[in-house]
């Protein structure tokens, strides 16, 4: 990856969907701009509209080449859970209209790549996203998570380019 990328990670929420904006040159990591879209609405159909509307405006506004979005995990809550799904189906949808596939990735995977084990709490997963892109102006928990979900995207993509250019360099 010789050239820049600008990376939008994407924590989906009902209630409030964080994104994080980052740009990957190389090694080189910086933050673009973050933020948590707070959903407008009491029925769940004006919820996720405001959500899409609101993504859909910080995509345009931000212009990313790829975009991660965090897995949900299944808990004791089913109908909660399938609640969640709906909002990340819209954070995987706005990307996908602006024809950016979308990396998916465990909680776990993420606080791994970031903090480096993979039980970390908010708090550590904040303060790893703030040494890793010093001098960010965090937004929130919710907007942390999706600079970690961008930083972790960043990583995966920079290891499938190495190996990429390793496969070449041995044929």
């Not at 409030?16 to 090694?27: D, F, T």
């Not at 960043?154 to 390793?166: D, E, K, V």
Request: neutral net charge; glycine residues 12%; aromatic residues 2%.
């Amino acid at each position: 990856m010789g050239e820049q990328m600008r990376v939008i990670g994407i924590d989906p929420g009902l209630r409030n969907l964080g994104w994080g904006v980052i740009e990957v040159a190389g090694s080189r990591l910086s933050h673009i701009a973050n933020g948590i879209i707070h959903a407008q609405g009491d029925d769940l159909g004006t919820r996720l509209l405001s959500l899409f509307d609101a993504l859909t405006a910080v995509m345009a506004a931000h212009g990313p080449d790829a975009a991660a979005v965090e897995q949900t995990f299944v808990n004791k809550d089913g109908a909660g859970t399938l609640k969640l799904g709906q909002a990340r189906g819209i954070a995987m949808l706005v990307p996908a209209q602006a024809g950016i596939a979308v990396g998916e990735y465990a909680p776990n995977s993420v606080k791994k790549a970031v903090v480096g084990v993979g039980h970390a709490d908010k708090t550590q997963i904040a303060h790893m996203v703030r040494h890793q892109l010093p001098g960010v102006h965090l937004a929130g928990a919710d907007a942390a998570d999706a600079l970690a979900i961008a930083i972790c995207h960043a990583h995966h993509l920079q290891s499938a380019g190495r190996l990429q250019a390793a496969i070449r360099g041995a044929a």
